[in-house]
């Protein structure tokens, strides 16, 4: 039996409390602390892109050898790392705000239960993306030390590429919350990881985009990955100009949207 509680415009809406977003983190944080199974999940998102980079950044790159970018040579590895950065903050935050939060959301009931407290829905929504971000940040600091060490970027970069990354995981964590509260069972996740898994393959990751045809350039240049992954490599390697901008407003526009939907569905399922 699905429970519902009455939101009144003041709680839908207004000024959202760090508070009360602090609570929900902490909700997630106590629910870490509460088996060993999770640390082994936190600890299997970081090898997979490490592994992504020595396998064909450091493996089919030493067949590659060198390419050139926008008339900028660099190695094959150096091409592929900040794309498999940007990667890796997108999965870590799907993660969570995907599989996870479905969960609470459709069987746990744990979100019914949050918002019978003065959380709101906004502040349920956003507390979920930091806790998200949170997990994705682990990773991709992991990812970026690894990257300094090879030899991938400088220190410089890395510190640069950092804040782009959890700008990414912001990104994908709001929109990812928004698609999990459209989802009507766990087979529809089936379609997400499709698309998930063509973006990984078709935004630039392995190879530049002007390399495919003019068709299927412009259609990656309209993806999210492509701009993720174009604004951490461009920081990676220090070339950043007005396009690095508009990669950074399209992202933000996903953190804007993605959270406005996700607070909005909450709000129609959950709260009447």
């Known amino acids: 039996m699905l429970t519902t509680f009455v939101a009144s415009p003041a709680r839908a809406v207004g000024r959202v409390s760090p508070g009360r977003v602090g609570a929900v983190i902490n909700r997630n944080v106590g629910a870490l602390r509460s088996g060993p199974s999770y640390w082994v999940v936190l600890l299997s998102g970081f090898f997979e892109p490490v592994l992504y980079l020595l396998s064909i950044g450091v493996g089919v790159g030493a067949l590659v050898g060198d390419i050139t970018v926008g008339g900028r040579s660099m190695s094959y590895a150096a091409f592929v790392a900040p794309a498999m950065l940007a990667v890796s903050a997108m999965t870590g935050v799907l993660a ?64 640069a590429a950092f804040p782009a990354s959890v700008l990414v995981g912001l990104a994908f964590g709001a929109v990812g919350m928004a698609i999990s509260t459209l989802m009507r069972g766990w087979q529809d996740f089936d379609l997400m990881s ?29 993806t999210p990955l492509y701009h993720a992954v174009e604004l951490v490599r461009g920081l990676c390697l220090g070339v950043v100009g007005l396009g690095s901008l508009g990669h950074a407003a399209y992202l933000a526009a996903m953190v804007v949207g993605g959270l406005w939907l996700a607070s909005r569905r909450l709000t129609r399922m959950l709260c009447v």
């Open 96 to 159: 969570e705000t995907t599989f996870n939060f479905f969960h609470k959301f459709k069987y746990a009931k744990t979100f019914e239960a949050v918002l019978a407290t003065p959380v709101r829905p906004i502040e349920l929504a956003v507390g979920e993306l930091v806790w998200a971000v949170v997990r994705g940040a682990v990773y991709t600091a992991a990812f970026l030390v690894v990257m300094v060490a090879m030899g991938l970027t400088t220190p410089g970069g890395a510190l």
């Open 194 to 222: 499709v698309g998930q898994f063509a973006l990984f393959l078709f935004s630039g990751t392995f190879s530049p985009v002007q390399d495919y045809p003019l068709v299927m350039e412009v259609l990656i240049q309209v």
